[in-house]
């Protein structure tokens, strides 16, 4: 079941997310032909909880950049690289595969920065979810079964799971009894909370922080439900990307604004990343190239079908 929606859904979150700028005389020569600075996200949680976790960051955006700064929260990973194919969206924050997917798509963006971990590294994983009470020990034990994945263009939801099904002989469609495209790294863990599927891909950056981790935090499942049959090779972290015709000055103004935050408003940060991560860092297209590799012979897999 693949989830089509390309709309953003973001009236609540643009209410939310822009307070009123005043600039001061002397504004940056950008500020006229950007009154309004787009920053959208793939969906990695429900709406609600990226409207609260970055709320903070919108707010210091536009008091950094002097311009209203938008959130605008996609209804699914395609929708943030077509907005700004389109030029809709200024700057977003992206999974690696939906990045290198929108560079391959003829979008004209940089990445800019780069997540870090608390230990300085900037890569994560991909894991394999069971319920911690299931018979399931390792992933052929689960053929006739329903498995869930994310996004079409996430990494850890859906790439990388089929290349390690790949690297085990296993085609998802043929072994499994259904696959499950859930839109959404929460929504998988809930999937397999509730017996949609009986094993979920998810992402996972160590023993402290976690997507279903965050998930326990905010009350939504009990980590010890669930347990891990399956963790992949580290992934390259996170980006963010801007426009590449925004003017330079406002490109530099926004690539400052970011890399300082994590000084500039801890707070801010630390609601950002629930204080489990190092700060963004610099990095630029090239890091991400192997991402390209990764999503072209995901393609060739699934025209093989």
């Known amino acids: 079941m693949l989830i089509q929606r390309r709309a953003l859904l973001g009236a609540s979150a643009a209410m939310l997310a822009a307070p009123t700028v005043v600039r001061a005389q002397g504004a940056a020569p950008w ?29 210091y955006m536009s008091k950094r950049l ?60 991909s894991v394999f979810y069971v319920k911690a009470d299931s018979p399931y020990q390792k992933i052929e034990d689960l ?15 859906n790439n990388v799971p089929r290349f390690a099904l790949n690297k085990l002989g296993i085609t998802p469609e043929q072994f499994f009894g259904r696959v499950v495209y859930t839109g959404s790294h929460e929504n998988a863990v809930i999937a397999l909370s509730q017996g949609t599927v009986d094993m979920c891909a998810n992402w996972w950056n160590d023993e402290q922080e ?18 891990i049959i399956f963790k992949s090779e580290q992934i390259v972290n996170s980006p963010m990307a801007y426009l590449d015709a925004l003017p330079d ?11 300082e935050l994590a000084t500039a408003d801890k707070a801010a940060f630390d609601k950002m990343t629930d204080g489990k991560a ?14 390209i590799e990764l999503n072209r012979f995901v393609d060739n897999l699934r025209r093989r079908g």
């Open 31 to 59: 500020a006229a032909r950007y009154p309004e600075l787009v920053f959208a996200i793939i969906p990695s949680e429900n709406a609600s909880g990226v409207t609260e976790r970055y709320a903070p960051f919108i707010a």
């Open 66 to 125: 002097g311009t209203k700064v938008t959130l605008r929260i996609a209804s699914d990973y395609a929708a943030v690289i077509e907005g700004q194919r389109a030029g809709n969206i200024h700057l977003a924050s992206y999974g690696p595969s939906s990045f290198a997917r929108a560079l391959m798509t003829g979008s004209k963006i940089t990445a800019f920065a780069i997540e870090s971990n608390l230990d300085g590294s900037k890569g994560y994983y």
């Open 143 to 157: 053929k006739g079964k329903n498995l869930g994945l994310v996004d079409p263009n996430s990494t850890s939801g």
């Open 210 to 227: 976690s997507n279903l981790l965050r998930m326990a935090r905010k009350g939504m499942v009990k980590a010890e439900d669930f347990r």
């Open 249 to 259: 000055d406002l490109k530099a103004a926004i690539r400052s604004a970011v890399l």
């Open 278 to 291: 190092g700060p963004l860092v610099a990095a630029d297209n090239s890091v991400y190239q192997p991402i």
